[in-house]
């Protein structure tokens, strides 16, 4: 192992190399080292011409993460799990300047676990149905990606989709804490573990080389066995973090005492927020929980206040939430900072995790809805030019025990006003949410229907179910004209159930709700 500084990674990268690269939105990015990569890239033109294979989406939107790399030249393919945090990657794709997948990001992490056995590929029911079935995309984000790398199969007389692996990893970049003089890394600040090791392993196996952005050096054997994520017997290059900016614990914060400890004190106060169309959806979505439901899991946006709603009412510990990345129990955290959770009660790497999702580990789970059709089907990957990818969204609703869909009604300058336990439109929404057919199917209909799960819709006004008959409008929110505010507000009209009821009148209201299970 070798201790270097990360202006000399870019000469250690060939042009057209194969890179595996770890993060979570700002968790575990390697960001010094991608900053060296971009100004080498601009100063010097090399390295150049770079395939990438990361499983989840790191970035901030703007400059840091993925967006360091997201530069014509710089790019030939990516294998993705979400896109969305680096936009350019993206636009890059859709002007074809560069080849690209967008996979599910439980079978991305699952791979590099695969790859590090010498298994051809990864085989998995996630995706069927989907975009990322080969019967409509195959995961291919765009014309110039002509390589097939999934396929259906019959196995067991059950459909399955099998997912070639790339032939081998060149190098590695991961982020961790510390490192021992030897190459053992620990990840003691981290706030995942995300699947560095199997990454590691991975390229090691295939003959490349693994290199670690960490904090400090510490003597050889003073990180204890059970501490050491990532063995030296891995590790070829370690970089000493310069710059604590490009080494923050989330994109969001430098460091959070609470993200891996389970015993910070939070005040309830500080998760209190205002009755908007927000707390509305989260409310509903909270009464849907079934009190056996005990694993639960938040998506990002709209459903992370679902977490806030319960620790209001001061049910929150009659639950655990899960955060796909690896965190189980206490408070998920958005924003920037999503994917860390506050005091969580465990942290397991990123492939168990979706081992645990894909079995169907998951009682309850809570997505955002930014597309719906008349089939009940969901897009929240791609929308026009702008590609956000799936993430974890395919593993999680194909598989939790109970999916709910909550978002606004309609997007663009929406405002409401709650009044006596009713709800009133103040402005609406520009954008409907409700068409025919969504742009991209990222959830199925009419699998979850052949699987026979139970799927609902929340919004603000509305709740819908998705039944073998198609989709029902089954609530509205009292003050709200089903003609007016709702189907003059869809491309398609819904089912209505014989037995329509008004939304509980207590989501309405500023008093607690005095929620109980």
Not at 51 to 73: I, P, Q, T, V
Not at 94 to 120: C, H, S
Not at 491 to 505: C, G, N, Q, V, W
Request: glycine share 10%; aromatic share 8%.
């Amino acid at each position: 192992m070798d201790i270097i500084r990360a202006t000399e990674v870019p000469n250690i990268i060939k042009n057209g190399s194969f890179i595996a690269i770890d993060g979570f939105v700002g968790v575990g990015v390697p960001e010094e080292i991608l900053v060296n990569i971009e100004k080498s890239f601009f100063e010097n033109g090399s390295p150049n011409s770079l395939n990438l294979m990361f499983a989840a989406g790191f970035g901030d939107g703007k400059s840091r993460g993925l967006c360091r790399l997201a530069h014509e030249g710089l790019i030939n393919k990516v294998i993705g799990g979400h896109w969305g945090l680096g936009p350019n990657l993206g636009k890059l794709a859709n002007e074809n300047k560069i080849q690209g997948y967008n996979l599910p990001q439980g079978v991305i992490a699952q791979m590099f676990r695969d790859m590090a056995a010498k298994k051809p590929g990864t085989i998995s029911k996630v995706g069927l149905d989907t975009f990322v079935d080969p019967s409509l995309q195959g995961g291919k984000v765009n014309s110039s990606t002509r390589e097939d790398i999934v396929s259906k199969l019959c196995i067991n007389e059950e459909e399955i989709l099998f997912f070639k692996a790339p032939n081998k990893i060149d190098v590695a970049l991961l982020r961790a804490s510390s490192a021992d003089e030897e190459g053992n890394i620990s990840y003691e600040n981290e706030a995942l573990f995300l699947e560095g090791f199997h990454i590691a392993a991975a390229t090691k196996n295939s003959g490349g080389k693994v290199i670690v952005q960490v904090e400090k050096i510490l003597k050889a054997g003073s990180i204890q066995p059970k501490d050491v994520k990532i063995p030296g017997i891995l590790v070829d290059y370690v970089v000493v973090t310069e710059d604590s900016k490009n080494h923050m614990q989330t994109f969001a914060e430098q460091f959070n005492y609470g993200y891996v400890n389970n015993n910070l004190s939070v005040k309830t106060s500080e998760l209190n927020f205002p009755l908007d169309e927000r707390k509305i959806i989260s409310r509903r979505c909270s009464l849907s929980i079934k009190k056996e439901a005990k694993v639960l899991n938040y998506g990002i946006g709209m459903p992370e206040s679902i977490a806030l709603v319960l620790k209001e009412e001061k049910q929150d510990e009659n639950f655990v939430p899960t955060v796909e990345p690896g965190a189980i129990g206490g408070v998920p955290m958005g924003g920037m900072s999503f994917g860390a959770s506050l005091n969580p009660i465990c942290i397991v790497e990123q492939p168990t995790q979706f081992d645990f999702y894909d079995g169907g580990g998951l009682d309850m789970a809570f997505l955002g809805l930014a597309q719906c059709d008349q089939y009940g089907n969901i897009n929240v990957s791609k929308f026009g030019p702008k590609l956000a990818g799936c993430g974890g969204f395919i593993n999680i609703t194909q598989n939790a025990k109970e999916v709910i869909f909550c978002g606004t009604f309609t997007a663009g300058g929406l405002k409401v006003a709650c009044e006596n336990g009713k709800l009133k439109i103040i402005t609406e929404g520009k954008i409907k949410k409700f068409i025919k057919n969504v742009e991209q199917i990222t959830f199925s209909g009419n699998f979850a229907i052949k699987n026979k799960k139970k799927i609902l819709y929340i919004t603000e006004r509305a709740v819908f179910e998705l039944r073998k008959e198609g989709l029902t409008l089954i609530e509205i929110a009292e003050g709200i004209d089903i003609e007016k505010d709702i189907f003059a507000n869809m491309e398609f009209r819904p089912l209505l159930a014989s037995d329509i009821k008004y939304m509980d009148s207590r989501i309405f209201q500023e008093n607690l709700m005095n929620l109980k299970f």
